[in-house]
């Protein structure tokens, strides 16, 4: 199983970018679906989670800016990222709770992508 992320880049403060990720391989199912960030000197902290059902939740400092969702028929998630913040500069990884074996579908393990960095300056 892979994780391949895709469309980060630099963006001045105010714009808006959109990163995605695809799981490909043996995929039976997915469940959770997650993105996460690591700023410059700093640990990877929580971004925004999307369920398999569609919920979604987001951690405070992102609340209202971005928007994670997901396309379950491609195994791929986005994150829309609006009113982007010098302070939002981070490497973006996806993670995803996959199922590998169709004798346990629902028995999932936590994948990662590598990251895409984002940078956000003027």
């Known amino acids: 199983v892979q994780l391949q992320a895709s469309g980060g880049g630099l963006v001045q403060p105010g714009g808006s970018l959109i990163v995605s990720c695809a799981a490909s391989?043996?995929?039976?199912?997915?469940?959770?679906m997650a993105w996460y960030r690591q700023p410059p000197g700093k640990q990877r902290e929580l971004v925004a989670t999307i369920t398999a059902d569609g919920a979604t939740n987001y951690e405070d400092f992102v609340k209202g800016r971005f928007t994670i969702s997901r396309d379950s028929a491609k195994n791929t998630v986005y994150l829309q990222m609006n009113g982007l913040r010098p302070e939002d500069t981070a490497v973006y990884y996806c993670n995803a709770d996959i199922s590998t074996s169709w004798w346990a579908p629902h028995t999932f393990e936590s994948y990662w992508g590598r990251g895409t960095q984002v940078t956000v300056s003027s």
């Open positions: 391989g043996k995929i039976v199912g997915v469940n959770a």
